[in-house]
């Protein structure tokens, strides 16, 4: 009777610690991995959100820079559009014009080169997300 129980037990222990194993081998390591995969995903997601705000707001900047004049013009103000009238006959409001785009085209260049420093930290950043992900995969397989 002793050593059917003693069997009993040992088989009983035997098999919880196969499904010990298979449980720490397979569900840590895909907890782990999914959340290394949803890490990454965000990353990628983020800087393509960045990267889509800070075209959206350069070209929203140069839209309401170039309408400002023709909303001036057009406002309706006596006064405003007298001055924006005699500004526009001495060549003033077109010399502001050429002077945004000008100041805009410094400012955007300016903004991409900051992009170009952004992207090179953001592709160390992913890269390094990629090489976990893989690291814990490898360790997952084997």
Same mark, same amino acid.
């Given at each position: 009777?002793?050593?059917? =129980? =003693?069997?009993?037990?040992?088989?009983?222990? @035997?098999?919880?610690?196969? $499904?010990?194993? @298979? *449980?720490?081998?397979? =569900?840590?390591?895909?907890? $782990?991995?999914?959340?290394?995969?949803?890490?990454?995903?965000?990353? @990628?997601?983020?800087?393509? *959100?960045?990267?889509?705000?800070?075209?959206?707001?350069?070209?929203?900047?140069?839209?309401?820079?170039?309408?400002?004049?023709?909303?001036?013009? /057009?406002?309706?103000?006596?006064?405003? +559009?007298?001055?924006?009238?005699?500004?526009?006959?001495?060549?003033?409001?077109?010399?502001?014009?050429?002077?945004?785009?000008?100041?805009? +085209?410094?400012?955007?260049? $300016?903004? @991409?080169?900051?992009?170009?420093?952004?992207?090179? +930290?953001?592709?160390? $950043?992913?890269? /390094?997300?990629?090489?976990?992900?893989?690291?814990?995969?490898?360790?997952?397989? /084997?």
């Amino acid at each position: 009777m002793l050593a059917t =129980l =003693l069997g009993i037990f040992a088989g009983v222990g @035997i098999v919880i610690k196969f $499904i010990k194993s @298979i *449980l720490v081998k397979y =569900l840590v390591h895909s907890v $782990i991995i999914s959340a290394q995969f949803a890490i990454t995903a965000s990353t @990628i997601v983020f800087v393509g *959100l960045f990267y889509t705000f800070t075209i959206t707001a350069l070209v929203s900047l140069y839209n309401m820079g170039i309408d400002i004049f023709d909303y001036a013009t /057009n406002a309706g103000l006596p006064g405003v +559009s007298c001055l924006f009238g005699l500004m526009d006959c001495v060549g003033l409001s077109a010399a502001m014009q050429i002077g945004f785009s000008m100041m805009y +085209s410094a400012l955007s260049t $300016i903004v @991409i080169f900051h992009l170009f420093k952004f992207t090179f +930290s953001a592709m160390r $950043i992913i890269m /390094n997300e990629v090489f976990k992900l893989g690291v814990l995969i490898g360790q997952a397989l /084997n």
